[in-house]
């Protein structure tokens, strides 16, 4: 089977979706806030039709209604807590089936179902290349109801087809406009059922990406043996070489330029300079904390925030050893490979365009990288996002990164 590279075609939203982009500027650090995830939903609402009482009783008992009349019927205390900011719709299959229903039961416009994922819920919109969220896209383009959808899934084949090896899977994008075509019911479950292949190849272009960011990061086996002679210089008092070192993963690039003597070596001495482990303790540790940075410590609020948005090390480990491959993990793990890639090269490479262009830069490179793996944009309104996006910002991106990750996560300090 070949693949090329998914792409997604990006709506723009129309202005009234677009109350809650938030401006990144240096001085307003102190005043971020994070729009609510009850907030934005209740804007959807109010866009729905909703009139109800501003409540967290009164708007979920609106929601339960509504999931109600569609034929799908969840606890009162699941939207209750919504509401009162208690939790919010996470990664799994059981919430993700309460949102896509709730797309039905606000009857959303396409600009508003993708909103709402992306912008509110910070998940994947429906994605085609899933069989029964193409059909779910199909109902909602079609004005065909939740019920009718579920259906028609019902009528979808019991298990994912082998890969044709001579098969080329089009890009996610021109899929999802094949789904859209069809007006038949019986010919949409047609085409899926002949080109089952085509519906079950999930996070492809995200894990090449992935792959290919990681080549650059991380320490190689040669790398490693070079670190090693440098590391052997230091304790015997020489100078380091002087040879190129162009050729190594920038983390290893990083460390040898703070290796500077004997009491810089004790931290190195240990690591296993190819492994997973020592690129993340580069990226997240690495003179952490740096008194010259603005201090985070006193931001209960925005430290909270980015608790609950910034995965574990071990999370992040497996992803990038291959051990868990969902989706929203995957996308931090290319936001946080990209930064660290991009800093190091704008920082080492001496042909760079003026400082100021640096954000934009960086923005555009890694917007495209997103849009060739199907993901949502970067979008200042999502916290992770936001750490990358204002540390960009900053005169050391990197450093002041560290510094975020320090002051919010004791894990990072």
């Not at 082998?162 to 019911?185: G, I, N, Q, S, W």
Request: hydrophobic residues 35%; charged residues 25%; contains cysteine.
């Amino acid at each position: 089977m070949t693949h090329s590279y998914t792409y997604k075609h990006q709506n723009n939203l129309s202005n009234e979706l677009l109350f809650d982009e938030m401006p990144i500027k240096d001085e307003d650090i102190a005043e971020v806030t994070f729009r609510p995830f009850s907030e934005s939903l209740t804007f959807l609402m109010k866009n729905a039709g909703y009139t109800g009482k501003d409540t967290p009783t009164d708007k979920a008992a609106f929601v339960i209604g509504a999931l109600h009349d569609i034929g799908l019927d969840v606890t009162h205390q699941t939207i209750f807590d919504w509401f009162e900011g208690k939790t919010v719709p996470d990664h799994t299959k059981d919430s993700r089936k309460i949102v896509i229903a709730l797309c039905f039961a606000l009857h959303l416009n396409s600009e508003q179902v993708k909103y709402l994922f992306e912008h509110v819920c910070f998940d994947r919109a429906l994605n085609c290349r899933d069989a029964s969220e193409a059909i779910f896209a199909y109902c909602l383009h079609t004005g065909k109801s939740y019920s009718h959808a579920r259906e028609m899934i019902e009528q979808l084949p019991a298990a994912s087809a082998a890969p044709d090896p001579d098969d080329e899977v089009p890009y996610t994008a021109e899929l999802a406009r094949e789904v859209m075509k069809f007006r038949d019911d019986v010919e949409l479950l047609q085409y899926i059922s002949k080109n089952r292949s085509r519906f079950y190849v999930n996070n492809y272009s995200a894990r090449e990406q992935l792959d290919k960011l990681l080549s650059e990061v991380r320490g190689s086996d040669t790398d490693a043996e070079y670190f090693r002679s440098q590391v052997k210089l230091v304790k015997q008092h020489r100078a380091t070489s002087a040879q190129d070192n162009s050729d190594c993963g920038f983390v290893v690039r990083e460390a040898l330029s703070k290796i500077s003597g004997i009491e810089s070596i004790e931290q190195f001495q240990k690591k296993q300079v190819k492994s997973i482990d020592f690129m993340l303790w580069i990226i997240f540790d690495f003179d952490a904390h740096s008194k010259d940075l603005p201090s985070f410590q006193k931001d209960a609020m925005l430290k909270r925030v980015i608790r609950q948005n910034f995965p574990s090390k071990k999370l992040f480990s497996d992803v990038l050893n291959g051990k868990n491959q969902q989706y929203d993990a995957i996308r931090k793990a290319i936001i946080l490979l990209k930064f660290y890639q991009f800093q190091m090269n704008w920082e080492l490479d001496e042909k760079n365009p003026p400082e100021d262009e640096r954000y934009d830069n960086f923005v555009g490179e890694m917007d495209h990288i997103l849009v060739s793996c199907d993901l949502p944009l970067l979008y200042a309104g999502h916290p992770y996002d936001w750490i990358f996006l204002y540390s960009s910002k900053q005169e050391d991106p990197l450093a002041t990164f560290r510094n975020i990750l320090s002051d919010a996560i004791p894990e990072f300090s």
